[in-house]
């Protein structure tokens, strides 16, 4: 492209509209809004004087340009293949951005204020200004080469250098320089490089709008939207000729204006050139403009009604008339005959103008051929109001009944960057130009991703309008004002739910389908206990008289058991009051039966009975609303060789024969010592031991879990959106169990488990009320006990199970799961003191292996029409393997009246979702009673 066409492209994109002022008649021309095209010799200085504000803020505009380009950099990988190390140059240039960008913030400063006449400080800018162009030279000349075989210079910077007069060896050159030709160079010189990149060109407009390519390749990229564009072309000539599939028109006369236009929309992520919102969508063009470059009302009304017959569901308007926001004879096109029926069915777009002028005067709007429409100004890159743009103002939509609320031009008024855009030229490059006319396509193309994502959209198009005007980023006044209108264009926004809170999903049970709130879901979801890779639900959002569906992966309406153990308040408490200070006693002799997690307690004896009554400390929190004391009665005879226990709160500790794993902390659901007995552990008890011989011991029982799970002011906001509106966790365990006892320094032991949930699996729960799928657990555990020396102790635990599922109509278990758990303790007792202890400990929480889970949702089974239906999904909960390391000491102090405790704990490996482990914690106390 010749230097001076590049010019002349950017000065017509803010020049202002046609000069003549006052309301056109409907058969006086309309002209593009992007202004009639001047002579760039005579208006140069006008152009670019209008846009200095921006480029007042061009250091922050520069700023911007290098953390988008790397976060772009990771995620370039997943919109297309390259060859190569495409992706690790993204991050390079983005570097090289930052590097630059920072380097011109220094240079323009001084460089505005060095006075014309001050030789010595052009020397010392001429010094800066070289090694600028060095550093770029060095960084881009290995691309350039690539694609060229020539040097940087000879491709391009010679080019660019002689375009602004430049010669680096003469420092007066540089002084002959506007502060405008100064920001242009910058500019031009970004987007001439960025030609050499082989990727696709980052704008400014593109954070502003808060939309990536990332999104666009997720939401279907436009593929089943036809977008309507009434528009300066020339039929198939043009860059984007590819995408128009059907042309017509008063005229072929073309300037480029139309091919800009189209390219924000449907410009191909191709490594080249301008990205377009809607890449994949559809044109259908209109040219309503003569051989003059002139159009009437007629023409535009015949432009509109052929648009709409061609399917477009979104029609792109960057016309209108000079002086006005939203011209009257607006009102006349949608009245027509031939366009009417389009009103009902069609999305339209129109530029708000380039006069930057506030409507004052009302507009004469029939009700009852009201289209559906968006007028679009044009902010600049910080989102404050471009100073050409036009703005709605105070003016009234209104018929005989006077101003109604909801019914002023401000309402459906809504801005979107419009200052320097790079666009398609027409002419195979790109090129800058300002205007609304730049801004209406980034609002068509956020429309055209709504209607691919969610087809049946196109035949709302109130809907549509309500979507994009409600998820607008709130500008100037708070609310609707009359020079922002509704605010600034969030595509992002646009693609998600309106209001978390007002989603529903439409549940499936006993075949047939019940709408339900998610008011409560976090959107953060839940990590799970399982695998829950690819598995999710639908929710839905009404919009006016229509719906649309989100999927939300499925583990944020699963609650897992082990969150509340997870959770760093609930966490340290555990280790304070129970994994350590219940211990640290460690030469006190252990009776039959007799269990540290509850302590030694109160025992009498009479008449060849023995009755001992424990207590333990439970840790206070956010989630226990029951008791927070566990409890054990047991009676036995005085020989230890039968015994009867029933209690409340830690059964799982109180039927457990192994000497080396007697800490309350041992049995809970993250510790690796019989996970699935540990689940059941909370609610009441009861079991019974006889000893067989002084070697073989049995022992049977029944623990309960029964958790009511209710949130008060102590959990995070998190935390009551998590577990709000969750069933009370159920389980029982039946155990059975055979110690072995070969000496007095050795115990092996081997149980059986089998668990039942009627209303969860494996601890995890179905949440918002459901009854979950149900489950059953058969696991075998096998322990062992060894006292190594006097005061040295070493216990093993491992335990493997299979759960099958019970019958639900939502969520079933279809493959058995299968599971593995094992704990590795050491301890010394006496370790500086007679009452100290210090435990090392390894474990694996529970890992599943593998299983299958179907589940039942109500999803949109018509994507044109959004008919919905149940549908039924399958996926593993297989997680990967993670491993707890713990060390802690306990030590008695003034006579056993206070305690000392210290613990650290690391997690390594991935935990069952695939995430990290829960990380690293550590914590020390001091307890003392008197």
Known sequence: MKSGTALKALAIGLLGAAAAAGPVAADEPVVPRYGTIRPFEKDVQAYWGNINPFYGNIGAFWGNINPFAGDIGAFWGTIRPFDGDLTAQWGNIGAFWGDIGASWGTIRPFWDGLDASDSAGYAELASRFKLFMTDTQRFWTPYIRTQTGLSFYDAFGKALLAKYGINM????????????????????????????????????????????????????????????????????????????????????????????????????????????????????????????????????????????????????????????????DWQKVFADPFVTSANTNTVFVIAAGNDGITQTQNVYWDWDVDPNMIIVGSVDPTGTISDFSNRPGSACLMKDDGCKQNKRLRDRFIVAPGELILIADDSGGVARQSGTSFAAPLVSGAIALLHDRWPWLARFPAETIDIILSSATDLGERGTDNVYGRGLLNVTASQSPLDFNKLTFYEYANGTVHKRSAGNLSSAGIKSSWEIDGAYFIAFETIGKTERDFAIPLSSRLANQTVKMKLGEEQFQQFLYQHLTDWIGGKVKKLAGDNLAFGSGLSTSSGGWNVTYTMAERPGSAFHTDADAAYAIRVGDDTGTFGLTAGYGLGAAAFSFNPGFDRASDFDITSGVNPYAALANGAGFVGADFALDQEWRVAAGVTTQDLDLKIDDQASGQDQRVFNGLAAYRATALQASVTYTPFAKAALSLSYTRLEEPGALLGVQWRDGGRGPGSTTDALSVGAYFALEPGLDLALSASVARTEGGADDNLRLTDPADSSAFRIALSKHGLFADADALRIAVSQPMHVANGTVEYTSVEVVDRETGAIGPVTRRFGIAGERFYVGEISYGAALLDGRGALSLFARSSFGADATGQPGAGQSAGVALRFGF
Do not use: C
């Open 169 to 328: 060896n003469r420092p007066e050159t540089l002084a002959a320089l506007t502060p405008a030709q100064r920001s242009q160079f910058i500019v031009d010189l970004y987007d001439g490089l960025m030609g050499f990149s082989g990727a696709d060109h980052v704008d400014h407009w593109m954070k502003t709008v808060n939309w990536t390519p990332a999104l666009t390749q997720q939401q279907g990229g436009g593929a089943r939207t036809v977008v309507g564009l009434l528009d300066f072309f020339a039929g198939n000539n043009t860059d984007i000729g590819s995408k128009i599939v059907w042309f017509d028109g008063v005229s072929t006369f073309s300037n480029g204006h139309g091919a800009a236009v189209a390219s924000l929309i449907v410009s191909a992520h191709d490594g080249k050139g301008v990205m377009g919102i809607a890449p994949n969508a559809a044109v259908v063009a209109y040219n309503p403009f003569d051989a003059t470059g002139t159009a009437g009302w007629a023409d535009v009304t015949q432009g509109v009604g052929k648009l709409k017959r061609q399917g477009a569901s979104v029609v792109n308007m960057s016309l209108g008339v000079a002086g006005w926001t939203l011209h009257p």
